[in-house]
């Protein structure tokens, strides 16, 4: 077992999970499964350890999920955009006796980030496959405030003399 919460994810057997974990009810732990008789493609096992591969056909470069998360989130909140969060988080980490360029791992984390986007939109849009043609206004977040039939507008409103 492992703990998607926990600061470098652990892993541990069973009996060892539910003690560490006896006061953090809210943590998600999550359970290994062997699936060695799939000799499963690299992308899919790195997307199992939660690492987004850069490449789908040769993957040297990931990210981790929650990097990929938490740039969203800063986006989102903040409004940092990706080279900003870049430079940030390169300069907190050091990535300076790399064996090849920086510009090089941003264009990556661009691609990546991208790619992760994408398919976050799809899953908050219930689609199950990304690849399917979309509908006009598929992927669209219903805007809460602006008036809609039969959902935030009263029956009969047409009639209303004070609409």
Same mark, same amino acid.
């Given at each position: 077992?492992? &703990?998607?919460?926990?600061?470098? $994810?652990?892993? *541990?057997? %069973? +009996? &060892?999970?539910?003690?560490?974990?006896?006061?953090?009810?809210?943590?998600?732990?999550?359970?290994?499964?062997?699936?060695?008789?799939?000799?499963?493609?690299?992308?899919?096992? /790195?997307? !199992?350890?939660?690492?987004?591969?850069?490449?789908?056909?040769?993957?040297?470069? !990931?990210?981790?999920?929650?990097? /990929?998360?938490?740039? $969203?989130?800063?986006?989102?909140?903040?409004?940092?955009? *990706?080279?900003?969060?870049?430079?940030?988080?390169?300069?907190?980490?050091?990535?300076?006796?790399? +064996?090849? +360029?920086?510009?090089?791992?941003?264009?990556?984390?661009?691609?990546? @980030?991208?790619?992760?986007?994408? /398919? @976050?939109?799809?899953?908050?849009? %219930?689609?199950?496959?990304?690849?399917?043609?979309?509908?006009? %206004?598929?992927?669209?977040?219903?805007?809460?405030? &602006?008036?809609?039939?039969?959902?935030?507008?009263?029956?009969?409103?047409?009639?209303?003399?004070?609409?």
């Amino acid at each position: 077992f492992r &703990c998607t919460q926990c600061l470098g $994810r652990p892993v *541990l057997c %069973g +009996p &060892c999970l539910v003690h560490s974990h006896r006061h953090s009810p809210f943590h998600w732990p999550e359970q290994w499964v062997d699936q060695s008789h799939t000799s499963s493609k690299l992308w899919e096992q /790195l997307l !199992g350890v939660d690492i987004w591969p850069a490449t789908q056909k040769r993957p040297k470069t !990931g990210f981790t999920m929650e990097v /990929l998360r938490h740039q $969203r989130c800063f986006n989102l909140q903040s409004k940092t955009n *990706l080279k900003e969060y870049y430079d940030a988080l390169s300069r907190r980490t050091k990535l300076t006796d790399l +064996p090849f +360029p920086m510009q090089y791992i941003y264009d990556q984390f661009r691609i990546a @980030v991208r790619e992760y986007r994408a /398919l @976050v939109t799809h899953m908050r849009a %219930g689609r199950l496959d990304a690849t399917a043609p979309l509908a006009n %206004g598929e992927l669209c977040v219903v805007c809460p405030a &602006c008036p809609h039939p039969g959902v935030n507008l009263p029956h009969n409103w047409e009639k209303d003399p004070l609409k």
